[in-house]
């Protein structure tokens, strides 16, 4: 089984052999997210007629998605961190790349009155400068002063520091200064949860490689913590399988390999749907695809191109920039649970704040009354407040409409009903303008791609969204309510290894290729492989791929170009020159690439995947004639339309061949899929939801 906690709903999926996956939601619970994870257990085991006990020790593997590093991170309730570094170097994580106006601003603002620093997570007074250096080549210039090492580690124990961050200049080409501080530090505070930058980043790039060492420092013991937890709960309950965690780079990792490896848990649960995505998008032939995961709190948009989930090597969470390659996901604070108010210049505005679980959408009745996306889909008539979650949750539209009049309504002198409109036409272009965004960022044209959407609410807010970025084809997976937990059970077990490696041609060399040196490429690329295969067990399954980034001489941004299998020779370089020049043009336009300018290589990664699961899963229930669904119709607002009658169907009852015109609304136990008026609807053969964006005019 797989799970995935997120800010409003925490999603399960049972996987057996030869069935149809099963799939649950649970509120979540924020003040201990393992009980959400248990809540959710125990309707899985009624779903199977067991008792909690029963159904946990029938379960042989159980992966986990979270949001609790990223959460740890942006609300700074991480561990007392400490920083060691390279004495005159003291200021790189306060300076940063001296960006600070803009770093976390996102296409917000750029204008320097709303210039702000981030919260340092470490602060000036616990970032220490130790004696010692390295150079560009390796070679020790300075010893490293272990007696201020000593010192230095008896004042921050006194001060109450959990967790150090040690990162010394150029330590990724010579990483001896700090092994021997963690030796020191083994001897004098052997509790200490330590990370050394040359083991969790060993890349150039002195302020990220020092940020991504101390936010795995910060986050180490609450993830430590959160796995044991958790992992406790499911042992106490008699789960006795194998335990993986998502890994936010492309796969899985042990749970034991989590606490060491904390930073690489931010955007887990994310990284899980892409990936389902990948492996729908290869059944189906689908090269180049959007991804949107619409859930309570937030609007995720990843992105697959030439059937491979887009990763960038550098990325930017809780106002940090980490050397840490992750699947690309860019968000949006756009979810069910995003309040709508009105501004103090009278404008509507959805989100980024939400509801979250807790209080949650007024409708839910649990205190709030500030009117959210839900709210006001309730009283448009798209989501049947009776049939929420299956029944399992009755709305209040009531609710709904008293805190969408008193809010918005009132304050621009609307109806309820066009207030609740305006809301939604909001949330969904600010949606479909991060489609746009995402594809034209990485020069490729939006209409050019597939969106697949999911998440609680991604299926019923996905017609209007993928229409109005001009997408023609949407495709709604069976597994759509609980994809990202998808995407968890069915990863491979996944780890990565990357170093810094410079190669550079002279400029207006006419083969640039031929002044690269192709065996030592190839040596670095062997050695990256042999530590992937080690960090696997050395499991004869492991599948291995490279990647190298490229750019060009002076310039800071690179493009990733993968390497294929095999030696590599002059020939081999060649082409990969070629490529990066066609991909460059791609996104900057043609005749931008100078190849005379000089072609500079300097990070080289290679990733290994080996398979975990094999479940053969069984057909979905349903049938081809659509009647057979029907449960009837109720009026529905549509920004075309207006309020119109619509006919309702119930979404589990569909089947392979079955065939839909708009309007229609389909409801499922976990989401609420919505046809628009004009737009046309089949079922395939492997159960998914394809609709026709364009409509009929």
């Known amino acids: 089984m797989g799970t995935d906690v997120g800010g409003t709903f925490t999603d399960l999926v049972v996987l057996r052999d030869g069935r149809p996956p099963r799939l649950f939601k649970s509120p979540t619970t924020p003040d201990d997210r393992s009980q959400g994870v248990v809540d959710a257990l125990g309707l899985a085991a009624g779903s199977y007629g067991l008792d909690l006990a029963g159904f946990c020790a029938a379960v042989v593997y159980f992966a986990h998605g979270t949001t609790a590093a990223t959460n740890a991170l942006i609300e700074r309730k991480g561990a007392p961190t400490a920083l060691l570094t390279t004495r005159g170097f003291g200021d790189t994580m306060l300076i940063q790349r001296s960006m600070t106006s803009w770093v976390g601003m996102g296409a917000r603002t750029g204008h320097y009155s709303r210039r702000r620093n981030p919260e340092p997570i470490v602060p000036r007074s616990r970032i220490v400068e130790i004696t010692e250096r390295t150079d560009a080549a390796g070679g020790h210039i300075v010893a490293l002063d272990e007696d201020e090492v000593r010192a230095t580690l008896r004042r921050l124990r006194a001060e109450g520091v959990r967790a150090l961050a040690v990162s010394f200049l150029w330590s990724f080409v010579n990483g001896a200064h700090e092994e021997r501080a963690a030796e020191i530090i083994a001897q004098e505070w052997p509790e200490a949860y330590t990370t050394l930058s040359h083991e969790v980043a060993p890349v150039i790039g002195e302020y990220e490689r020092s940020a991504t060492t101390v936010v795995n420092g910060y986050l180490g013991p609450v993830i430590r913590d959160y796995v044991a937890g958790l992992e406790g709960r499911l042992r106490a309950t008699g789960f006795g399988g194998d335990f993986s965690i998502m890994d936010s780079g492309g796969g899985v990792m042990r749970a034991e390999d989590a606490a060491r ?46 059937g491979e989930p887009l990763v960038e090597r550098v990325g930017e969470v809780g106002d ?139 299926p019923t807010h996905a017609y209007a969204y993928t229409e109005a970025a001009g997408i023609a084809t949407l495709i709604v997976p069976p597994t759509s309510t609980v994809h990202s937990a998808y995407g968890a059970v069915t990863s491979d077990r996944y780890r990565a290894a990357q170093t810094t490696e410079v190669h550079r041609t002279p400029p207006g060399a006419e083969d640039p290729a031929a002044h690269l040196d192709a065996g030592r490429i190839s040596a670095a690329f062997d050695a990256l492989a042999a530590q992937c295969r080690a960090d696997l067990d050395d499991d004869p399954r492991v599948r291995l791929s490279r990647v190298a980034y490229l750019k060009f001489r002076r310039q800071s941004h690179e493009l990733p170009l993968t390497v294929p299998d095999g030696r590599i020779t002059t020939d081999v370089l060649r082409a990969l020159i070629e490529d990066f020049r066609a991909a460059y043009e791609r996104i900057y336009g043609a005749g931008t690439a100078l190849l005379g300018a000089g072609v500079e290589i300097h990070t ?94």
């Open 261 to 306: 490896r904390a930073a690489s848990m931010l955007t887990s649960g994310p990284a899980g749907g892409v990936l389902a995505s990948a492996a729908l998008a290869a059944r189906l032939g689908h090269r180049d695809v959007i991804t949107s995961d619409m859930g309570g709190t937030s609007f995720d948009v990843g992105l697959i191109i030439d």
């Open 604 to 697: 080289l990664r290679v990733e290994g995947r080996v398979k975990i699961t094999d479940v053969r899963e069984g057909p979905y229930p349903g049938a081809a004639d659509p009647d057979t669904a029907l449960i009837g119709e109720r009026d529905v607002h549509f920004p075309e339309t207006g309020r119109i009658a619509t006919r309702v169907f119930r979404g589990e009852g569909l089947g392979s061949g079955a065939t839909l015109h708009g309007p229609a609304i389909l409801e499922f136990v976990g989401t609420t899929v919505v046809l628009g008026p004009n737009q046309s609807l089949a079922v395939d053969h492997h159960s998914n939801l394809v609709i026709d964006c364009k409509g009929d005019a």
């Open 320 to 458: 940090l920039h980490l050397a840490l390659p992750r699947i690309k996901v860019t968000a949006i604070g756009a979810g069910g649970g995003s309040l709508a108010a009105v501004d103090e210049s009278g404008v509507l505005v959805v989100g980024p704040e939400s509801a979250g679980s807790v209080p949650g959408p007024a409708c839910y009745g649990r205190g709030g009354d500030r009117p959210t996306v839900t709210d006001a889909d309730v009283v448009l008539g798209i989501i049947d407040p009776a049939c929420f979650l299956g029944g399992q949750m009755p709305l209040d539209r009531a609710l709904a409409e008293k805190a969408i009049r008193v809010h918005v309504a009132d304050p621009l002198g609307l109806t309820v009903e066009d207030a609740a409109a305006g809301i939604r036409r909001v949330a969904d272009n600010q949606m479909a303008d991060l489609l746009r965004k995402v594809t034209v960022e990485q020069g490729h044209d939006p209409r050019d791609f597939v969106v697949y959407a999911y998440g609680g609410a991604g």
